[in-house]
C-alpha cells in the first residue's frame, strides 16, 4: 500500500482533478491511501470568513461563502455530467452548516471557530475528488480524518495521540482496503476525544500523511507537487536550481525546519521512525523520477541548497540595569516569548543583549514590547532577509550577500545563516 498526498495547487481546478485520476491510474492495481487538501487557495478564503464570522460582518461572511460556493460548484459543473450526481448534495450539507454557523452564540474561543470552519475546505475537496475518481471507474471510498486522527485540543495547531490514531486509522482504513482500491481522505484536520475538529497547523496536509503512512506501514509516501522534486532553492526566487535526486531524512529535516516550504518539517520523523521512503515528485510530470528522501546520507553534501526568508524582524532584548545576560534572563525571555506564541527563526547572544529572529507577520510588535518592557530595553530592525546556505562555501555566499548589508552571521560546519538587508 502507498499513500499519496495531492496539495491545493494539485486539484486548483477541473483540470487539475482530471489530471489527479490520470495520475492514478498509473499505479492502477496498487492500494492507495490519498490525502488531499483544500482545493487552491480555499484555506486563505476560509480563515476570511472566520474573520468576518469573528467581527460579526454578516455581509462579508455572506459574500466570501458565495465566492467559495461559486468556485466550487463551477468545478463540479465542469466535472460532473448532471446536478443530479449525489455529490451536489452532500456539497450543499456541507455550505449550509457552513452559512449556519452565523446563527450560533458569538463565538468566544477563536482558535476553536477557526479550525470547525476551515477544516471544511479539505472536506469539500474530497468529496468533489472521490466522487470523481468513483466516477472514473475506480473503486474508491471517502474516509473522514476528522474520526481517524485523534489530537489534543489546542485547535490551530493540535499535537497527534500516536496511540489512538494508530488504533482509529487501522481498524478503519484495513478493512476498508478488502472493498477499495483509492481510499481518499482530508491532509490537515483530527479530532479531540469530545470528536470537536481540530487542524494541526497551516500546510498541514504533508504531515497528514505521513501520519497515515506510519501507521500503516506504507511501502512509501509521494507527495505530487507543481515542481520536478526537492530543489536545491525555491525556484519562485531563484534561478537556475538544482534538484537533490536523493537525500537522507536528516538532511530533508534540516532543510524543511529551515523554511524549505516544499515539505512540512513534521512529515519527515514518522517516516525516518519506520524507514519509509518519500518522494516527492511533479503532478505536471508523473512519470519523472522527482527526489528520494531515504536513509542514507551519501548523496547528501553534493549540492548547496539555499533557503530564504523575507519579511524578518530581529528584536534585541537588554537588561536595564547593565547586568550580563545569563541563563536565568534567558530562562525568563523564553518562557514570556511562549506564553505569547512567538516562534524564533535564528537567536544569538552578546554580553548585554539577547537577540531573536522572527516572522514580521506572525509577531505583533505591541505585543512583544509590552510583555518585556518592564524589564527589558527592546529594539529591533524590520524588512530583513534570513538565507540559510546548507554546505556553503565562500562563493556561495558572496553570491546571496551581494548589495547587501549584513546585520548577523552564524556558521556551523554544513550551515550558513545570514540575516541582511538591500544596501
Ligand atoms: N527547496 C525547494 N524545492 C522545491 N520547491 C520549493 C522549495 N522551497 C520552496 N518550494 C516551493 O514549494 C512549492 C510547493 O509546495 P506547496 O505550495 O506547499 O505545495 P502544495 O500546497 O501543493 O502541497 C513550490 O511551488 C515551490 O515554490
Ligand atoms: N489546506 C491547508 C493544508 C495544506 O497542507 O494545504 P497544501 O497542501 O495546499 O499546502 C493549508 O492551506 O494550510
Known amino acids: 500500500m502507498n499513500v499519496f498526498k495531492f496539495g491545493g495547487a494539485s486539484v486548483k481546478d477541473a483540470d487539475a482533478v482530471r489530471n489527479v485520476t490520470e495520475i492514478i491510474r498509473l ?5 492507495l491511501l490519498i490525502v488531499i487538501s483544500a482545493m487552491g487557495k480555499t484555506t486563505n478564503a476560509l480563515e476570511l470568513v472566520v474573520d468576518a464570522l469573528w467581527k460579526r460582518n454578516k455581509s462579508v461572511f455572506d459574500e466570501k461563502i458565495a465566492e467559495l460556493k461559486s468556485f466550487h460548484f463551477t468545478i463540479a459543473d465542469q466535472l460532473f455530467p448532471s446536478s443530479a450526481h449525489p455529490v451536489y448534495q452532500q456539497l450543499n450539507e456541507v455550505f449550509q452548516a457552513l452559512e449556519n454557523r452565523y446563527q450560533n452564540e458569538i463565538p468566544d474561543h477563536y482558535n476553536y471557530e477557526y479550525d470547525q470552519i476551515v477544516s471544511l475546505g479539505e472536506v469539500i475537496s474530497t468529496l468533489i475528488v472521490e466522487a470523481y475518481i468513483s466516477m472514473s471507474g475506480f473503486a ?32 478503519t482504513v484495513l478493512p476498508a482496503f478488502e472493498q477499495a482500491d483509492i481510499i481518499i481522505t482530508q491532509g490537515f484536520i483530527g479530532h479531540t476525544v469530545e470528536l470537536l475538529t481540530t487542524t494541526l497547523g497551516r500546510e498541514g496536509s504533508d504531515f497528514t500523511a505521513g501520519i497515515f503512512a506510519y501507521c500503516l506501514d506504507a511501502e512509501n509516501v509521494t507527495i505530487w507537487k507543481d515542481v520536478p522534486g526537492m530543489l536545491n532553492a525555491d525556484p519562485k526566487y531563484f534561478d537556475n536550481t538544482i534538484k537533490l535526486d536523493k537525500i537522507s531524512f536528516s538532511e530533508a529535516i534540516e532543510l524543511s525546519y529551515y523554511g524549505a516550504s516544499v515539505i512540512h518539517p513534521k512529515t519527515l520523523k514518522p517516516l525516518q521512525n519506520k524507514n519509509i521512503s518519500l518522494f516527492v515528485k511533479s503532478f505536471v510530470a508523473p512519470q519523472a523520477e522527482g527526489t528520494e528522501i531515504q536513509s542514507s546520507g551519501a548523496f547528501d553534501h553534493l549540492v548547496p541548497s539555499f533557503i530564504f526568508k523575507v519579511n524578518q524582524l530581529l528584536i534585541s532584548f537588554r537588561t536595564r540595569d547593565f547586568s550580563f545576560i545569563v541563563e536565568s534572563h534567558l530562562s525568563d525571555i523564553f518562557n514570556r516569548l511562549s506564553e505569547i506564541g512567538a516562534k524564533i527563526n535564528l537567536m544569538q547572544n552578546s554580553a548585554l543583549s539577547f ?31 534570513l538565507v540559510t546556505i546548507r554546505h556553503y562555501d565562500q562563493a556561495t555566499i558572496d553570491r546571496v550577500t551581494i548589495k547587501k548589508d549584513i546585520l548577523l552571521e552564524q556558521f556551523s560546519r554544513q550551515t550558513a545563516r545570514i540575516v541582511m538587508k538591500d544596501k
Do not use: H, M, P
Request: glycine residues 2%; charged residues 45%; hydrophobic residues 35%.
Open 140 to 171: 474508491s471510498k471517502w474516509v473522514d480524518a476528522r474520526r481517524l486522527i485523534r489530537t489534543n485540543n489546542v485547535f490551530r495547531d493540535a499535537e497527534v495521540d500516536w496511540k489512538r490514531t494508530e488504533e482509529l486509522i487501522r481498524s
Open 27 to 31: 499505479f492502477e492495481g496498487k492500494k
Open 355 to 385: 537577540s531573536i529572529l522572527v516572522d514580521a507577520e506572525k509577531v505583533d510588535i505591541e505585543t512583544i514590547l509590552k510583555t518585556f518592557r518592564s524589564d527589558y530595553e527592546v529594539r529591533y530592525n524590520e524588512g530583513l532577509e
